[in-house]
């Protein structure tokens, strides 16, 4: 049989026509494949083909034929990933604030060469999220890289920090300063990525937006902080934070009612130790770092949450209502 001029390419190809047009549904004949490799000027006889799907098990593409009257029908099995896994992924990155809407298209169009083309419009279907707000800053992607990467090599790292202003311009912090910090880790919080580390100048562990970072340098520095993130469980830190937002460290006690035991389970885990007081509410200590916005999630639950101690975070909450008494009446 005459030979194609795309002959050597024929295992790649036939690979290409399997993984995108069959799966657990969908099946194709040996004509089909045949017909198909035709198409991308490769000429095969079936004993040839029939070697060539076996080969494909050696690339970690295992093919499986099944008898249906008088043909077999083939198909590819056991893909890398199930569709229902491809689906979490896919509502992750379309649910990421901090993946710009560019990046997240282009994520997804590389998730659904992972599955056949059948199963790909089905996670197109699942994707479409109207009005979701996204980050604008497209460097982000490269950012968490450096970050990593000073991570390895045991560097400190130097960035410029903005903020939006009423022009909904990009505005430097502190005129364009630089920052100088020692990079620990990453935290995924509230749909934003954001950089723990130690700031030196200051001799505190402080926390920035990935997305708000710019210029990113690794120095040759090495980093510092070490012994303050040796004791530092990062997904307590970011539990105790409110919206990543700091404040003082303390153990604040809370009356709470029953009906709000799944909000404080959330919040705090199922490890929280919750003490009944009376037959409508139970007390529990929670260490938390008081900042506005731990004052202003205990204001969200209404009368179902009251802070019993310390006194001075007690008052904290007192002022706040009185501040916003004066702004509202």
């Known amino acids: 049989m005459p030979r194609g001029t795309n002959q050597k390419f024929k295992l790649y190809r036939l690979a290409q026509i399997m993984l995108e047009k069959t799966d657990d549904d969908h099946y194709i004949t040996m004509p089909e494949i045949l017909t198909a490799l035709e198409e991308y000027g490769i000429t095969a006889d079936r004993k040839s083909i029939y070697n060539d799907l076996r080969d494909l098990g050696v690339l970690g593409i295992e093919v499986e034929g099944e008898p249906v009257g008088n043909r077999y029908h083939y198909h590819v099995v056991d893909r890398p990933f199930e569709l ?50 996204k980050t ?8 968490v890289d450096a970050i990593h990467n000073a991570i390895a ?81 990062m997904a307590d830190y970011a539990k105790k934070s409110f919206g990543m937002f700091g404040g003082k460290e303390q153990a604040v006690k809370l009356r709470v009612a029953n009906e709000l035991a799944g909000v404080v389970i959330d919040r705090f885990g199922k490890a929280v130790m919750m003490i009944p007081e009376d037959e409508g509410h139970f007390t529990v200590k929670v260490d938390v770092y008081v900042s506005s916005q731990f004052i202003g999630w205990i204001f969200s639950l209404g009368d179902g949450v009251r802070i019993v101690g310390p006194e001075e975070v007690v008052e904290q909450m007192k002022q706040e209502a009185q501040r916003l008494m004066r702004q509202y009446f």
Request: proline share 1%; aromatic share 12%.
């Open 84 to 133: 229902p896994e491809l689906k979490l992924l896919v509502d992750a990155i379309q649910s990421s604030k901090f993946i710009t809407e560019r990046k997240t298209n282009d994520l997804i169009r590389k998730l659904e060469r992972l599955v056949s083309r059948y199963d790909a419009m089905k996670l197109q279907r699942q994707v479409y999220v109207s009005g979701r707000i």
């Open 136 to 143: 604008m800053n497209e460097s982000i992607y490269y950012t």
């Open 153 to 233: 090599e045991n560097k400190k790292i130097r960035f410029q920090y903005f903020q939006w202003n009423v022009k909904k311009k990009m505005e430097l912090r502190h005129d364009g300063a630089w920052y100088h910090i020692s990079p620990w880790g990453l935290s995924w919080e509230h749909e934003n990525y954001y950089l723990v580390g130690y700031d030196s100048h200051s001799g505190q562990i402080r926390h920035y937006r990935v997305d708000k970072m710019l210029h990113i340098e690794m120095t040759d520095e090495k980093r510092e902080g070490k012994e303050h993130f040796k004791k530092l469980d």
